[in-house]
């Protein structure tokens, strides 16, 4: 991250331009790089440490929105288990989202994703996606 600049920065889920150029010129400034090396030196943790148990992830990664009413998953269970496999799951279809998962009655949100281009999937792909080697 210390060689991040401000585009890679905004590129993270919740950082806009602002705190991009802010954080961006605070990696750049030496005095902000030798603070860094010494709460390195003393065993502080500068790196967020991993949710959830070690394993396989095959969302790592991945935006996810959820829209319409699943056939047998809640909308609390499938967000649980995206999670799990490492994707993150938003409220909104945007051009930063990179899966939907539509149900019965999806509405905007699935018009929006076909507009953008977005992966359209269905809760049984979903499954299918949480357990690659099933």
Same mark, same amino acid.
């Given at each position: ?7 890679? #920065? ?55 929105? #959820? ?48 507009? #953008? ?18």
């Amino acid at each position: 991250m210390r060689q991040s600049d401000a585009a890679q #920065l905004e590129a993270i889920e919740g950082i806009g331009p602002t705190i991009a150029t802010s954080v961006a010129a605070f990696l750049a400034d030496p005095t902000s790089a030798t603070l860094l090396d010494h709460l390195e030196a003393a065993s502080v943790a500068l790196h967020e440490a991993p949710d959830g148990p070690a394993g396989p992830r095959p969302l790592a990664g991945l935006r996810v929105v #959820l829209t319409g009413a699943l056939p047998t998953l809640s909308r609390g269970e499938a967000t649980a288990r995206i999670e799990a496999a490492g994707g993150t799951v938003t409220s909104s279809v945007s051009k930063k989202t990179d899966l939907v998962v539509a149900g019965a009655d999806a509405g905007e949100k699935q018009a929006k994703a076909q507009q #953008l281009g977005i992966t359209i999937i269905d809760e049984a792909e979903l499954l299918r996606r949480l357990t690659p080697d099933a």
